[in-house]
């Protein structure tokens, strides 16, 4: 079994800055990409930023500039650095990771429970 735990959401002020951690434990052969993804109210689950193995990254428009994924590749752990927050940013933010527990086969995606994250104005 693999796990991802996600832990740093709370409340924040517009412009104030969070970090999220999610570390990923278990049967783990090598962990590929890893993602953060975020969820509002109401919305479809969007992503934001996502990190391969070899450390490039990608991000969706409305976070470039102000929000940063990173990675520890011996913690098997992914960090996202929000900085300069907006209310629209306020939601669930969940981790999931493309995870092989064997070198055969293929991997498998797992996600986080989530964590709350919420911008007052």
């Known amino acids: 079994q693999v796990q991802l735990v996600e832990s740093g959401g709370g409340l924040v002020q517009a412009g104030g800055s969070l970090r999220l951690s999610c570390a990923a434990s278990?049967?783990?052969?090598?962990?590929?990409?890893m993602y953060w993804y975020r969820q509002a109210s109401g919305k479809q689950r969007d992503l934001v930023a996502r990190?391969?193995?070899?450390?490039?990254?990608n991000y969706a428009d409305s976070v470039k500039g102000r929000f940063t994924i990173s990675r520890d590749n011996a913690k098997n752990t992914v960090y996202l650095q929000m900085n300069s927050l907006k209310p629209e940013d306020t939601a669930v933010y969940y981790c999931?990771?493309?995870?092989?527990?064997?070198?055969?086969?293929?991997?498998?995606?797992?996600w986080g429970q989530g964590t709350q994250v919420t911008v007052s104005s």
């Open positions: 278990g049967s783990i052969f090598s962990v590929s990409s």
């Open positions: 990190i391969t193995i070899a450390h490039s990254t």
């Open positions: 999931a990771a493309d995870v092989w527990v064997t070198v055969y086969g293929s991997d498998s995606r797992y």
